[in-house]
């Protein structure tokens, strides 16, 4: 197996300009290229949680999206019909999640994991269950599955020489605003004029030693500014703060989605100044922006936003490896399709989740058991192939499903909603209690139902990504049009 993450590092060639201290590009192999296109597989949740472990600062990236991922952390369990679904709602993972396992530095730093019920004789029935949460409770008897087992797969063999999404017989050249190609004199030449470069001398080549915090550095600054490399080579450079994202319309691409299904917000406004002051909403509508962090990035980009989100180094990102050619540079079709259309894996979507988010349904799983020194032991794998071990016995063993008639929060379950889209249990005093917090007096306000279908969805989704006042941004703005 790969080094874990924290202690990975290589090292980049960089060219820079001297005198204003920005990168012009990088001269990459497959490591940097492989760390770098593996972002795409992220889910949302992903992202937040490994942008944490960056250093406090005053520039926050994704707008009200972390607020969404700390409501969550801090939900009380009294609005969950199960335990371990808080766990499931903040842990989304992709079918690419064991081909990362091979990148020489993999920044999703969580280790897999699988879980049977303590008692084996639960998975040496029909009907056995596993779980990657160690707080889910067996279908059988009750007991907490928190056995972990192992998952042996021959497919799975470690790959730490070779390229892994690309190809190490080629070297790539990484431009400050993500757009990665082959390397070739023309190439460099063609990018050193388009950026009205005509000396040599005022160019400088180093090197930059690559590890984690470097790879987390890169990630918050392509959410940030449109100089990515810039942000992680020289992060107290001027020329970062004239190459903020600009916050842009998103054109979003049509498509037709299975779900009709129509979520309802009450949302309470300020009369005299048609201020958006707070929302109530039931346990759909939060589930469905819940259902936000398990998008993965490049789901986000190529499938709703039709490669055109709030990011532009990321949407460079994106098109780079959906430029380059499969056998040459990427190594399998099914490898490029990891990368522009991840999917989910070990999961059941809400009913609440109106996205068309596509979701790899898990191959045939037995649960090997046998007994040795007296004690039973257990391993996961796709091949019912007996060993000739004492008490030995496979199982069909497949994954648990914890909502409850199709979702993770109770269906009682009531909550109120500020503009940057921290969320909390409604109570008796919550709008008395958020009128006096923003002085308002309570004579001026007023109640609009909305109604939010796929549509208004993604303007919510697009805002949380990009805004501190989201619901202002999104559906305070329809019901402004609509009036109008």
């Given amino acids: 197996?790969?080094?874990?993450?924290?202690?990975?590092?290589?090292?980049?060639?960089?060219?820079?300009?001297?005198?204003?201290k920005r990168v012009i590009f990088a001269e990459a192999g497959s490591n940097f290229v492989d760390t770098l296109f593996s972002i795409m597989t992220l889910p949302m949740a992903t992202i937040v949680r490994l942008l944490r472990k960056c250093p406090d600062e005053k520039l926050k990236p994704i707008g009200s999206l972390n607020n969404i991922y700390q409501s969550l952390l801090d939900l009380s369990m009294n609005s969950m019909p199960a335990e371990e679904n808080k766990w499931m709602l903040l842990n989304p993972r992709t079918s690419s999640y064991d081909i990362c396992r091979k990148l020489k530095l993999n920044i999703n730093d969580q280790e897999p994991k699988l879980f049977?019920?303590?008692?084996?004789?639960?998975?040496?029935?029909?009907?056995?269950?596993?779980?990657i949460c160690n707080l889910a409770k067996c279908d059988f008897c009750c007991m907490m599955?928190?056995?972990?087992?192992?998952?042996?797969?021959?497919?799975?063999?470690?790959?730490?020489?070779?390229?892994?999404?690309?190809?190490?017989?080629?070297?790539?050249?990484?431009?400050?605003?993500?757009?990665?190609?082959?390397?070739?004199?023309?190439?460099?030449?063609?990018?050193?004029?388009?950026?009205?470069?005509?000396?040599?001398?005022?160019?400088?080549?180093?090197?930059?030693?690559?590890?984690?915090?470097?790879?987390?550095t890169l990630v918050k600054g392509a959410l940030l500014f449109k100089c990515p490399l810039t942000y992680m080579v020289f992060p107290s450079s001027p020329v970062i703060q004239t190459l903020v994202n600009p916050r842009h319309e998103?054109?979003?691409?049509?498509?037709?989605?299975?779900?009709?299904?129509?979520?309802?917000?009450?949302?309470?406004?300020?009369?005299?100044?048609?201020?958006?002051?707070?929302?109530?909403?039931?346990?759909?509508?939060?589930?469905?922006?819940?259902?936000?962090?398990?998008?993965?990035?490049?789901?986000?980009?190529?499938?709703?936003?039709?490669?055109?989100?709030?990011?532009?180094?990321?949407?460079?990102l994106f098109q780079s490896i959906s430029n380059m050619s499969v056998g040459e540079n990427i190594n399998s079709?099914?490898?490029?399709?990891?990368?522009?259309?991840?999917?989910?894996?070990?999961?059941?979507?809400?009913?609440?989740?109106?996205?068309?988010?596509?979701?790899?349904?898990?191959?045939?799983?037995?649960?090997h058991s046998y007994l040795r020194l007296g004690t039973f032991s257990a391993y996961m794998t796709r091949f019912a192939k007996r060993e000739g071990l004492e008490k030995e016995m496979f199982c069909c063993c497949n994954f648990k499903d914890s909502r409850v008639g199709g979702r993770y929060l109770k269906t009682s379950a009531k909550f109120i909603l500020t503009d940057d889209i921290?969320?909390?249990?409604?109570?008796?005093?919550?709008?008395?209690?958020?009128?006096?917090?923003?002085?308002?007096?309570?004579?001026?306000?007023?109640?609009?139902?909305?109604?939010?279908?796929?549509?208004?969805?993604?303007?919510?989704?697009?805002?949380?990504?990009?805004?501190?006042?989201?619901?202002?941004?999104?559906?305070?703005?329809?019901?402004?049009?609509t009036e109008n």
């Fill in 422 to 481: 921290v969320i909390t249990p409604l109570t008796s005093f919550s709008s008395i209690t958020l009128l006096g917090k923003l002085k308002v007096p309570f004579d001026d306000f007023e109640e609009v139902k909305v109604s939010i279908g796929i549509d208004e969805g993604l303007e919510i989704f697009d805002a949380a990504l990009k805004s501190v006042s989201a619901l202002t941004d999104s559906i305070l703005k329809k019901i402004k049009e």
């Fill in 333 to 367: 079709h099914t490898l490029k399709d990891m990368l522009l259309q991840p999917q989910l894996v070990h999961r059941n979507l809400s009913v609440n989740q109106i996205f068309p988010l596509s979701v790899l349904r898990d191959t045939t799983n037995y649960c």
């Fill in 145 to 216: 599955m928190d056995r972990e087992i192992k998952y042996e797969d021959s497919t799975l063999e470690d790959n730490c020489d070779g390229g892994v999404f690309v190809s190490d017989l080629v070297s790539y050249i990484v431009t400050d605003d993500l757009r990665v190609m082959p390397n070739s004199p023309g190439s460099i030449i063609k990018l050193i004029c388009e950026l009205g470069i005509t000396a040599a001398s005022c160019l400088d080549e180093m090197a930059f030693d690559i590890g984690f915090d470097q790879i987390l």
């Fill in 250 to 316: 998103t054109s979003f691409k049509p498509f037709k989605s299975k779900s009709s299904k129509r979520l309802k917000l009450k949302v309470t406004m300020q009369k005299s100044t048609s201020k958006f002051l707070f929302a109530e909403a039931d346990c759909d509508f939060v589930e469905f922006l819940f259902g936000f962090l398990e998008i993965p990035l490049g789901h986000m980009i190529g499938q709703l936003m039709n490669g055109v989100s709030p990011f532009e180094s990321l949407n460079n």
């Fill in 1 to 20: 197996m790969a080094p874990k993450a924290s202690q990975s590092r290589f090292s980049l060639k960089v060219m820079v300009h001297k005198e204003e």
């Fill in 116 to 131: 049977i019920c303590k008692d084996i004789d639960c998975s040496r029935r029909s009907g056995a269950r596993f779980s």
